[in-house]
């Protein structure tokens, strides 16, 4: 988990992931912990004590990705000089 953003009024939450050397692409991830957001709910409900368990939104983050090309890029510009 990368980030996690609650509205105001507590009832939706974003979850952004990234994930990093899987067999499966993050699409299939993202889908498998989608079909699996009651049994979260559920896990976070007996954990915190809110009137209203967020409805959960999973996200695929790619920042991490998008730092790695980037930081190749300048590696490869230092290479170049």
Known sequence: MTKVN???????AK???SFFKNKKSESELIKEI???TNIIRYQIGLRIKLK???KLRFYYDD???QSE???QLFKNININD
Do not use: F, H, Q
């Open 52 to 54: 209203y368990i967020p």
């Open 6 to 12: 609650i509205s105001d009024d507590l009832k939706i």
């Open 63 to 65: 920042s991490i990705l």
């Open 34 to 36: 989608i079909s699996k």
């Open 69 to 71: 090309k980037i930081n």
């Open 15 to 17: 979850i952004y992931l």
